[in-house]
């Protein structure tokens, strides 16, 4: 390479932002949008932080549960200390439940501390869990917790952390990046639903097999999608109209999925499917399926509005 082209290489400037570059001095032929003409998402304190509980505790609740149901049944102190974080989210729950009916300002944000407080420690469980069931040695343990299910848990555990947490400290963002980060979440999230039925399906049921492995394809896609449109979108974050579009999609693929959770968790409650899936599990992930379709639904709406 000639010092010509050199020269040329260490003075060419990209006309995009690098996800760095947000504290750069960038040159003045910049293209990205100035700051103040990005649409940031909005939020209500109140009614989001009583949505986020509601939803959120009962699926903790739950991972508890199912966590204690697959552990060895030798492994007591861990079977009683999942039983421990099920009783303690059950009375959350309750809290949230009588809060909802009359909330101020005031015990909603006690409501979420607690909520992030106890979520914190849950993490720090399924995190200890998750290395035990990962290690070779004398601390492995063994069971029926799949380490891509804790790992799943412990990020939706996360999300719900980081959720509050924006919501007490009043932290705002781009609408675009909320939009793309609840799409790279959430595609993410079905897709290791539809991994986890199919490997609990019977092995016979090989129509319902067949449909879950594709289910698992199409939301492994729709996720690198997502992050490859995230990635454009970064460091500003401006609406363009493709995120519409993908936003559109999401909300197509994620009713199919749910569609999809409903009738298998009416077949398991029947006793018409052959699987070892708890109809809890079943109606559980319908239920995430379900947020998911309810939060494309409303960015939607929050992009009709910009
Ligand atoms: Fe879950
Ligand atoms: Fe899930």
Redesign the pocket.
């Given at each position: 390479m000639t010092t010509a082209t050199l020269n040329s290489f260490t003075q060419f400037k990209p006309g995009f932002c690098q996800p760095d570059c947000i504290q750069q001095d960038c040159p003045t032929t910049f293209t990205c949008p100035p700051p103040s003409r990005i649409p940031m998402a909005q939020g209500n304190f109140i009614p989001d932080s009583i949505d986020n509980n509601l939803f959120w505790l009962r699926i903790m609740m739950e991972h508890a549960l199912f966590m204690r149901l697959a552990f060895a049944c030798i492994n007591i102190e861990l079977i009683n200390e999942a039983q421990q974080f099920e009783q303690a989210y059950s009375n959350l729950l309750n809290r949230a439940r009588a809060v909802s009916n009359a909330p101020t300002e005031q015990n909603v944000r006690a409501l979420n501390q607690a909520s992030i407080d106890l979520t914190r420690s849950f993490t720090c469980f399924k995190t200890m869990v998750l290395d035990r069931i990962i290690t070779c040695g004398p601390a492995k343990i063994g069971g029926y917790n799949f380490p891509l299910l804790i790992d799943?848990?412990r990020r939706?555990a996360l999300a719900f952390i980081s959720r509050l947490t924006a919501l007490q400290t009043g932290r705002s963002e781009p609408l675009a990046l909320t939009i793309v980060r609840d799409q790279t979440f959430w595609h993410r999230?079905m897709a290791?639903?539809a991994k986890f039925i199919l490997h609990l399906l019977d092995p016979s049921e090989r129509q319902f097999v067949e449909q879950a492995n594709s289910l698992s394809v199409l939301f492994d896609q729709k996720r690198l999608q997502a992050l490859d449109l995230k990635s454009m979108l970064e460091p500003n974050f401006p609406v363009y109209p493709i995120l519409k579009r993908f936003t559109k999609e999401s909300l197509r693929v994620a009713t199919q999925i749910r569609d999809f959770k409903a009738s298998a968790t009416e077949l398991i409650g029947d006793c018409e499917l052959l699987s070892v899936i708890p109809e809890l599990l079943a109606d559980?992930?319908r239920r995430?399926a379900d947020r998911f379709a309810q939060t494309m639904e409303r960015r939607l709406s929050e992009l009709s509005q910009v």
């Open positions: 799943h848990i939706e999230i290791d639903h559980h992930v995430e």
